[in-house]
């Protein structure tokens, strides 16, 4: 049960900066409408973000990884179920690195 | 269902007990889907060395699973401050609109019941609390009954997700690893909204992330460059197809800001 200071001050500046968000978002575009330029980036930052963080692994990944992604695609489409998704795509990597033996 | 009085007289806004513990009893249905999520994030954060005081400590007072992943994803030993901090900040900033969304709520709210319940927002009580605001409800404790809610359910989720990590020792380069490629994968399919609106944006990401990562440009720089350029691309789309195309009725473009695909995520 060890608590190590590094690593707590990161939680802490995550904890602030996401304390920020929920609670300063409400408060500042209350009062004031961000230019449209902003407005539209803030709504296109969470897809191009997830983007730019799956991209790289599955470039560099061998064709198991990709079978793991069609998967997860596919059963997100198909169930809508988060949790469910991300199994299937595990179970598919999974099974195609048994195959590639 | 008894229907509401046709001329309710008083429009005004509540806060009771009543709301808040239907708004966790409606949170039950929620905590199965929860768990696979849950569990990568507590596995990720033992394989990274974080304790389990720690992990627990980061979901009760952080709870921002996708923030979570991602800054456990740039993890390094001591803990990296800054990177943590610019992860959260750029996940969660899609937060910042959902209160604002909410305002006919939470502007009747003061002292704890406001800052409180705003600081258990989250995708799924953002995406109920407009649905139940939609369909005519005005006690606001439901925003914050979700939020809690949740909230255990996060907890619990991602303390089994340490305890399995720490009891089996997952090798590097398991499949259980996809499980983060996965989760944002699975997140990116909700969030999608045709390839007029995405595709460029998210495609222009993925390639400059790549090849900042091939550069050998330090840890968060490939994610925050793509990201940045990608978002930039996809505001510059959707301001000039604004611009070319009259808007149909006056008025239907200053609609309140919507969070990201109600409805999909943990």
Redesign the interface.
């Given at each position: 049960?060890?608590?190590?200071l590094?690593?707590?001050?990161?939680?802490?500046?995550?904890?602030?900066?996401?304390?920020a968000?929920?609670?300063?978002?409400?408060?500042?575009?209350?009062a004031v409408r961000p230019p449209?330029?902003?407005?539209?980036?803030?709504?296109?930052?969470?897809?191009?973000?997830?983007?730019?963080?799956?991209?790289?692994?599955?470039?560099a990944g061998s064709w198991?990884?990709w079978i793991?992604?069609l998967a997860?695609?596919g059963?997100?489409?198909g169930t809508?179920?988060?949790?469910?998704?991300?199994?299937?795509?595990?179970?598919a990597?999974?099974g195609a690195?048994a195959l590639a033996g | 269902m008894e229907g509401p009085a046709p001329h309710a007289p008083d429009r005004r806004v509540i806060f009771t007990r009543a709301g808040i513990l239907r708004g966790a009893r409606d949170t039950l249905p929620l905590w199965?889907?929860?768990?696979?999520?849950g569990l990568?994030v507590g596995i990720i954060a033992d394989a990274k060395g974080?304790?389990?005081?720690?992990t627990v400590?980061?979901s009760a007072?952080?709870?921002?699973g996708?923030?979570?992943l991602?800054?456990l994803?740039l993890w390094t030993d001591?803990?990296?401050?800054?990177a943590?901090?610019l992860?959260?900040?750029?996940?969660?900033?899609?937060?910042?609109?959902?209160?604002?969304a909410?305002?006919g709520w939470?502007?009747r709210l003061r002292g704890w019941r406001l800052?409180g319940t705003?600081?258990t927002?989250v995708d799924h009580s953002f995406a109920m609390a407009v649905r139940e605001q939609r369909a005519g409800g005005r006690d606001a404790g439901y925003l914050l009954g979700v939020g809690l809610g949740l909230w255990v359910a996060w907890l619990l989720c991602t303390a089994i997700g340490h305890l399995a990590g720490s009891a089996v020792r997952v090798p590097p380069g398991h499949?259980?690893y996809?499980?983060s490629?996965?989760?944002?994968?699975?997140?990116?399919?909700?969030?999608?909204r045709g390839p007029r609106v995405?595709l460029g944006?998210?495609?222009?990401?993925?390639?400059?992330?790549?090849a900042a990562?091939r550069a050998g440009l330090p840890a968060p720089v490939?994610?925050?460059?793509?990201?940045?350029?990608?978002?930039?691309?996809?505001?510059?789309i959707?301001?000039r197809d604004q611009a070319r195309r009259p808007p149909p009725a006056a008025g239907s473009a200053a609609s309140a800001?919507?969070g990201?695909a109600p409805?999909?995520?943990?």
């Amino acid at each position: 049960m060890e608590l190590r200071l590094d690593v707590l001050l990161a939680i802490l500046a995550m904890t602030v900066v996401t304390y920020a968000c929920r609670a300063g978002g409400y408060a500042v575009l209350r009062a004031v409408r961000p230019p449209p330029f902003v407005d539209a980036m803030l709504r296109h930052l969470p897809g191009a973000l997830f983007a730019a963080y799956v991209a790289p692994p599955l470039v560099a990944g061998s064709w198991p990884a990709w079978i793991g992604a069609l998967a997860v695609v596919g059963v997100q489409l198909g169930t809508r179920n988060l949790g469910v998704a991300i199994c299937a795509g595990v179970a598919a990597v999974w099974g195609a690195q048994a195959l590639a033996g | 269902m008894e229907g509401p009085a046709p001329h309710a007289p008083d429009r005004r806004v509540i806060f009771t007990r009543a709301g808040i513990l239907r708004g966790a009893r409606d949170t039950l249905p929620l905590w199965l889907g929860m768990l696979p999520f849950g569990l990568v994030v507590g596995i990720i954060a033992d394989a990274k060395g974080l304790t389990f005081l720690e992990t627990v400590l980061m979901s009760a007072i952080v709870y921002a699973g996708a923030a979570q992943l991602l800054a456990l994803e740039l993890w390094t030993d001591p803990a990296p401050i800054g990177a943590a901090a610019l992860a959260a900040l750029v996940v969660n900033i899609r937060m910042a609109p959902m209160g604002a969304a909410l305002a006919g709520w939470l502007d009747r709210l003061r002292g704890w019941r406001l800052w409180g319940t705003l600081a258990t927002m989250v995708d799924h009580s953002f995406a109920m609390a407009v649905r139940e605001q939609r369909a005519g409800g005005r006690d606001a404790g439901y925003l914050l009954g979700v939020g809690l809610g949740l909230w255990v359910a996060w907890l619990l989720c991602t303390a089994i997700g340490h305890l399995a990590g720490s009891a089996v020792r997952v090798p590097p380069g398991h499949p259980l690893y996809f499980a983060s490629v996965a989760a944002f994968l699975s997140i990116m399919v909700g969030l999608w909204r045709g390839p007029r609106v995405d595709l460029g944006p998210w495609v222009v990401a993925g390639l400059l992330a790549v090849a900042a990562h091939r550069a050998g440009l330090p840890a968060p720089v490939p994610l925050l460059g793509g990201t940045l350029a990608g978002a930039a691309l996809g505001a510059w789309i959707e301001l000039r197809d604004q611009a070319r195309r009259p808007p149909p009725a006056a008025g239907s473009a200053a609609s309140a800001p919507q969070g990201p695909a109600p409805g999909d995520r943990g």
